[in-house]
């Protein structure tokens, strides 16, 4: 896994687990493959799954998203989406989910990522399996259907079931909305890509939150930063002065205070990166890239640079 892996093992990875995945992605646009980033980065077992309509789908060429100069065909685009989240840790299959029910997982409390205490999780019925996960993220645009189930706890509206969420949060505990199928975004890819990072801070900092306090989960990011940003005694005692100011808050008991912190430090210290990996990274980024241009275009680009050929 490319992400920052610094949770340890997560409940889906357990050998007793009731799980199949931590989480399941429903839907592959730019808000699902966003979502689907971010919680791969985090740690947890994540689990995508699309097929059926798309908004992306009757885009002809994508040319106001940050980052492709001349635009980019939208299949290429989810492509390299797709590419991100596996190359994060996630997996992506082509399966339409049909259903989504609540399921009791069992009495259990490890305090591992993804197992907070005493909370069920879903059954996720697809048209080509079923699996057990601890949260649902919907990133379906067109199709609110797998709501149904829940429609005395989710406000729905119009032709698609809009879904009405905050931050991508829905009145039901573990399960969460993105993009273009909620009331909190406009319809540009670009938005719904924030808007599923958004949802996916938002499960990450709930799952963070259950295993310490709120204010711990507040202060969750995968930043990645140069080495020597943090470390050595002034930075300890400068995170033990931000951890009581800031993180800290009445009745936590020591132990729970220690271990938060000890948390919080090594969250910051394993996204630290030298610079060979710096170039490593870097490398490897543009590697992928191209994996998934045209070949052609490729060539024709390298033979430019040979001096065989003008642009
Ligand atoms: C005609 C048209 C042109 C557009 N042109 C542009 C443009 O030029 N630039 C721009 O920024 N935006 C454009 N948009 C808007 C853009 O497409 C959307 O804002 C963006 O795609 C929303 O992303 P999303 O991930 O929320 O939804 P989508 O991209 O629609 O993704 C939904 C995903 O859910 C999957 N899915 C649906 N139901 C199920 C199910 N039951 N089970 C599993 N998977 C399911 C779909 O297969 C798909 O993978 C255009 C939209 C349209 C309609």
Redesign the pocket.
């Known amino acids: 896994m490319a992400g920052t892996d610094t949770v340890g093992e997560t409940l889906a990875a357990r050998p007793d687990s009731p799980l199949d995945h931590d989480v399941c992605v429903?839907?592959?646009?730019?808000?699902?493959l966003s979502a689907a980033t971010f919680l791969a980065r985090y740690g947890l077992d994540t689990l995508v799954?699309?097929?059926?309509?798309?908004?992306?789908g009757?885009?002809a060429?994508?040319?106001?998203?940050l980052g492709f100069p001349g635009g980019i065909a939208p299949d290429r685009f989810l492509a390299l989406g797709e590419t991100q989240v596996a190359h994060e840790g996630g997996t992506v299959r082509e399966?339409?989910?049909?259903r989504v029910d609540r399921v009791e997982l069992g009495e259990r409390s490890t305090g591992a990522i993804g197992d907070p205490p005493g909370r069920g999780g879903f059954r996720v019925e697809?048209d080509a399996g079923e699996y057990r996960v601890r949260y649902v993220l919907a990133?379906?645009?067109?199709?609110g259907?797998?709501f149904a189930p829940f429609e005395d706890e989710v406000e729905t509206d119009g032709e698609f079931g809009t879904v009405d969420s905050d931050g991508g949060r829905t009145p039901v505990e573990g399960l969460y909305a993105?993009?273009?199928?909620t009331t909190e975004t406009v319809?540009?890819?670009?938005?719904?890509a924030g808007h599923?990072a958004r949802a996916a801070v938002s499960l990450i900092r709930d799952d963070v939150a259950a295993r310490f306090w709120p204010a711990v989960g507040d202060h969750y990011v995968d930043w990645v930063v140069r080495e020597g940003r943090y470390g050595g005694d002034d930075w300890d005692e400068h995170t033990r002065e931000w951890f009581e100011d800031e993180v800290l808050v009445d009745d936590v008991d020591d132990d729970l205070a220690a271990a938060a912190l000890a948390h919080l430090r090594s969250e910051f210290r394993a996204r630290e990166i030298d610079a060979d990996e710096r170039e490593r990274r870097d490398r490897e980024g543009q590697r992928r890239l191209l994996e998934r241009l045209d070949d052609d275009v490729v060539r024709e680009h390298a033979a430019t640079l040979d001096g065989t050929e003008t642009p």
């Open positions: 429903v839907g592959g646009g730019a808000a699902g799954l699309a097929r059926g309509n798309s908004a992306i009757q885009c060429c994508l040319e106001n998203y399966e339409a989910v049909e697809s990133a379906t645009a067109y199709d259907e797998m993105a993009g273009w199928m319809h540009q890819a670009v938005v719904g599923g």
